[in-house]
């Protein structure tokens, strides 16, 4: 993972970096649990609460990601893509306004069936370049 750090080479494995993030992550918390299910219930408790607070941070994201993506009556989020060469453009159409400014990053999933199936299963980073409402 320490080399997957690595900037340049993040840039070019974003994927890999992403998805062994991920497993690490999951291994790391079943590792944990094994080693805590036969301790003491003090620190069963707190695993349990940083379960509690991971979860409550989830939550919140996944309802933010409704909050922005959804509004009663309006069509869902639209991306058209123009391709120049190496530069990539998106146009985002989005059902409420969001408040970005140039610089920011966001991490952008598109679901098409052009892309392929498993396209909703990649969410890549993106700089703001412009951004107007």
Known sequence: MAVLSIVPLRKHLYEVADKTHK???IIIAFST????STAAYVQQWLL????????LVHAVQFLLFLY?????????????????GVIVR????????????????????IMSPAL?????AQSHPFTITSWSL
């Open 116 to 120: 392929g199936y498993w396209s909703w």
């Open 68 to 84: 922005r993506n959804t509004r009663w009556g309006k069509p869902f989020p639209k991306a058209d893509i123009i391709i120049d």
């Open 33 to 36: 649990w094994q080693h805590i």
């Open 48 to 55: 349990f609460t940083l379960i509690g607070m991971i979860g």
């Open 23 to 25: 497993a690490l992550a």
């Open 90 to 109: 998106i146009v985002l159409q989005l059902p409420r306004p969001i408040k970005i400014d140039a610089g920011q990053y966001i991490s952008l999933s």
